[in-house]
């Protein structure tokens, strides 16, 4: 009995040397948890994450980079190419008869479906028929040159502006100003212009309120084709049609009509099965699209969704009037490259350079200048 007593005293005063023991280890040898030991982790922490950022934002000058090189072999029209594509759009969405809403497209009692909310389509009345325009548009197509301006702020200094407005049929995206001195480099001839409606609702308020404004803004453009969201999603068309009854009751020349979401919805399709996965496409997208059934030489300017100039890397602001960032709705990167594919194909020609005139031709050429020694634009 005293000898089992003995033993649980030694296996008790063991237990208790094997448990300060730990204790000791614990706080003296596996103690980096002070002040100084967590600062050295942060700052390790902070070394690789930076790391993973100067990667990340490595890749938008790799890819800016490897678009250059693609752009600088020259460029030349393949006119079977052009064929191909505009047979190829032609037969898939035919842009010319479908891309607008017409009385005989959309008769009295058809649905439309909203491009954004399919499962909310609107019944077609005799009052919303009434507004739709009688005859598509495009009577005049095919135009032998188009120009398809996008608002980039590479056209800052491009001197662009007499080449755009030498085309037969100047397209614009979202009423941008084309005065204020902006002439000189984006010219001031149009003959359809596109209204967001981000500008409806934000710029003018959805005109429910002052509307001289706009009918102000819209006279930068003329005559030209106003082409309206209506049916993108049901909380513009309410604006869209304001806009429309607006522009007449001021008697405005300019000329409102409204996209057809059959028509995008066909187009988004024909882009997704050629690899353009995006869940929208930008408006300018749409319109060079459409461009390429309406035009036998289709040229680009204002398209290159990067902070620096391809020539010369100096920053540019996002838009050539503001560097207002956009919502990112849109794959503006995939959307260029998908573009720089057709321009390499010879289907189109984007402007990336200044433009400059040759007196002895008569005609207007685009090249990089001395920024870009060497670079064919």
């Not at 212009?193 to 404004?213: D, H, M, Y």
């Not at 999603?233 to 979401?261: D, G, K, M």
């Not at 289709?298 to 920053?315: C, D, I, M, Q, T």
Request: hydrophobic content about 35%; proline content about 6%.
């Amino acid at each position: 009995m005293r000898g089992l007593k003995l033993l649980l005293k030694l296996l008790f005063i063991l237990i208790w040397a094997t448990c300060v023991t730990v204790s000791i280890w614990y706080v003296f040898g596996h103690g980096d948890v002070t002040p100084s030991n967590l600062s050295h982790l942060a700052q390790k922490n902070s070394v690789s994450g930076s790391s993973r950022t100067c990667s990340n934002c490595g890749k938008s000058t790799s890819v800016q980079d490897q678009l250059k090189k693609r752009y600088n072999h020259g460029w030349r029209k393949q006119e079977g190419n052009l064929i191909t594509m505009r047979s190829q759009l032609i037969s898939s969405c035919r842009g010319a008869s479908k891309a607008i809403v017409t009385q005989a497209n959309t008769p009295v009692g058809s649905q439309i479906e909203y491009d954004g909310e399919k499962k909310k389509p609107l019944r077609v009345t005799p009052s919303l028929f009434s507004i739709f325009s009688k005859e598509q548009p495009f009577k005049n197509f095919p135009w032998e040159t188009c120009a398809m301006v996008g608002n980039g702020g590479i056209l800052t200094n491009s001197s662009c502006g007499e080449e755009i407005d030498s085309a037969q049929f100047i397209i614009r995206c979202n009423l941008p100003p084309l005065g204020n001195g902006y002439t000189k480099d984006v010219g001031n001839k149009t003959n359809l212009v596109t209204a967001n409606p981000s500008i409806l609702l934000e710029t003018f308020k959805g005109l429910t309120e002052r509307r001289r404004p706009f009918v102000e803004s819209m006279s930068s453009y003329g005559n030209s084709l106003l082409l309206l969201p209506a049916f993108s999603y049901s909380s513009n068309t309410a604006a869209s049609l304001r806009a429309l009854y607006t522009l007449q009751e001021f008697e405005s020349p300019s000329r409102p009509v409204f996209f057809n979401p059959k028509y995008l919805s066909s187009l988004a399709r024909f882009w997704r099965a050629r690899g353009l996965k995006a869940n929208r496409l930008s408006t300018g997208f749409i319109m060079v699209s459409l461009a390429l059934e309406l035009c036998t030489d289709v040229h680009l300017y204002g398209f290159w969704p990067f902070p620096s100039h391809p020539h010369g890397n100096r920053p540019l602001t996002n838009h050539y009037y503001d560097n207002q960032q956009g919502k990112k709705v849109h794959d503006m990167p995939t959307e260029f490259e998908q573009l720089l594919r057709l321009h390499e194909r010879g289907v189109l020609r984007v402007h990336l350079g200044k433009c400059v005139s040759d007196p002895s031709a008569g005609i207007w050429i685009s090249r990089c200048g001395t920024d870009a020694p060497g670079l064919t634009c």
